[in-house]
């Protein structure tokens, strides 16, 4: 006997490196959906379609990626989670998941999303953090890094920080906060927004490196900014680094929740 | 025309993850010694039987594994480990080389090593963590697990503490310094000592963990130490916690070299 539809919101992690992104490609490679759309198949009987609110590259982590589906099963939405972690390779870890609002889109209600990337100084490469941080040899200057990123807070048109490749999306996004901080060798930049375009936060951290290494200043930030011209930017820096932390919703689409987690609380 | 024949200790970090260990099998599958011995003959043209100061299991990391080797290479000593890194796998990393006495063995020179591991804790395993770091979903007692490690300090017979499997060894072996130190949620234990039994750091871990979850007392470990008995002992935790921080040497040891290294100098 199965029970009426319910529309679920899961929040999962994992390690983007053996990963061909998280979008489900047609007879392509293994990807993160592909994957819990198998493991939901198992845990259900039922087919799942699934809609994630970040398609993060190859190669980028997630400790807090949003995935909604609906689904008749009897498993309380609460347990869904756990009874989902039997199926899933040791790449992907569910965190917990909640019944929401039948027009709960995990893309469309999403309201903003935290990301963090991280580099490291160092004399050389370190081979255990090759698939998890980005490499930089020289001297980082993370207090100028810091001051470039808030050129970048507010609402803004983003295309000179955008690459070609995704849909054509509105360029004019607002990012509410940005920091960099160092702890040992490590530097970890955050950036938090409403959204963003194709490769937008690895252009931001390629852009504000130019100067934390010194060779451009923040002006320089203003202006790239301005211009609107992708090629003016720096490069896009290596997926390695990125981590998708959190996406917030408003409250409102939670109200079928059983709990309220931090995880699916707005700012 | 070559040069006369000259001995090298080379210093190489390496993520365990994707080899069957460090030392090299016959037909088998990938290891470190083969890779690095393989990249050397590239380098030289010579074929380059190389040594290593510990033979690490399959998952163990190394951040300063010492690798022995004689060439006639032609190649400054000092300049060997970063020629090495264009013929290098991504997970092997070159820190430095240098020149030593002709009967300078990685292995039988080793006066002292420095492991580390680290636990994390977690409502659930991360992801990105799992080749990296043990995850323990309990509590655990830091200051306890330091207390405990204390009692291993000194020399005693380690048989309580090693698995079977390696050749007959000396089991008594001594501790010079051991930690257990927390920062988020992450545990790293310390463990300085003149020479380890084959899984001893990894059956200390296990033992001690017991003690850091409240299962059993510190002076259980003193029992489990003095009764010489494995089966009393904790289990064997997993190699991705497991760092091979540094190899020690007697400074007359390295009287050829171009430079005094950290990484070569006894404590």
Request: glycine share 10%.
């Amino acid at each position: 006997m199965e029970s009426p539809e319910k529309n679920i919101k899961l929040v999962i992690q994992y390690d983007g490196t053996l990963f061909h992104g998280f979008q489900k490609q047609k007879d392509g490679p293994r990807t993160v959906q592909e994957e819990v759309e198998k493991a939901l198949e198992r845990l259900t009987g039922e087919t799942t379609p699934t809609e994630g609110a970040g398609r993060t590259d190859a190669g980028v982590h997630a400790l807090g990626q949003v995935v909604s589906f609906k689904t008749t099963t009897r498993i309380p939405p609460v347990k869904i989670a756990s009874a989902l972690r039997v199926y899933l390779p040791e790449d992907i870890q569910t965190v917990d998941s909640i019944e929401v609002d039948g027009d709960f889109s995990a893309r469309f209600s999403a309201r903003a999303k935290e990301y963090g990337y991280y580099l490291y100084q160092s004399a050389a490469p370190v081979p255990v953090l090759r698939n998890y941080a980005l490499f930089v040899p020289g001297e980082i200057d993370c207090a100028a890094m810091a001051e470039a990123l808030t050129i970048l807070e507010g609402e803004h048109d983003f295309s000179a920080l955008k690459n070609e490749g995704s849909s054509p999306a509105n360029p004019v996004k607002t990012i509410y906060r940005t920091g960099a901080s160092r702890k040992g060798c490590f530097i970890k930049i955050v950036v938090y927004g409403s959204g963003f375009l194709y490769k937008m936060v690895r252009n931001i951290v390629g852009t504000v490196l130019e100067v934390g290494l010194g060779k451009r200043d923040t002006r320089w930030i203003r202006e790239v900014l301005e211009s609107g011209d992708r090629t003016l930017a720096g490069r896009t820096v290596g997926p390695q680094g990125l981590y998708l932390y959190r996406v917030d919703y408003e409250k409102s689409c939670c109200v079928k929740a059983n709990r309220v987690k931090e995880s699916s609380g707005s700012e």
